[in-house]
């Protein structure tokens, strides 16, 4: 995946094997995994697997998560973008999930909001992506703050149905960004 969007501050990017550093500081953060389940990572070697599975998304999905990182040090912060969700979660599937996750120690800064809106208008106007949807823990509030910055309209809450088996059944929120006419 031959991507670079550049913003004023980050730079975006496929996600490497040589994240997993800074990738696993952030998802051992139990404050990270409040609304993702409660279950921080304790395990780099988890961390190798999804970034090898994000990557073998590109490959197969052609799209997956980007890493972001600081245009003046270079340093991963986190990940941003698109993910094709191949199981049916509130009825949909095939569709196309929009998300992101930050450390901890950048956020508070605008970055997340950055990342996500130069990612989502590159995979609008350059990819071709028309309808995008996007879940939240409901009481995730920053999240929640954050797409509906990006323009995401809240449609409704349900006991989430999907693949990940932390989140079962618990209340979920569904947000929709259809295509811009
Ligand atoms: C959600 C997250 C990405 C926000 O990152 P961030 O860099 O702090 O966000 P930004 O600084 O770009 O802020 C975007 C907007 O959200 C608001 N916001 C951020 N955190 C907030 C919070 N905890 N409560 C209320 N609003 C919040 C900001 O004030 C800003 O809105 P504004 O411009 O109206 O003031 C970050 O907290 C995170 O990674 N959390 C853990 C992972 C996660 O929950 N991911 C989402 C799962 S669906």
Known sequence: MNIHIE????????????????MFEMDSDPEVHKYLGNKPLTDIEEVHKVIAFVRQQYTDNGIGRWAVTLKDTGEFIGWTGFKRFTETVNNHINHLDFGYRHARKFWGQGYAYEAAKASLDYGIDTLNFKDIYAMTDVDNLGSRRLLEKLGFEYKKTFAYDGPSAEFNGLPVTWYELMERK
């Open 7 to 22: 913003t004023p501050r980050l730079i975006i990017r496929e996600l490497l094997p040589e994240d997993a550093t800074e």
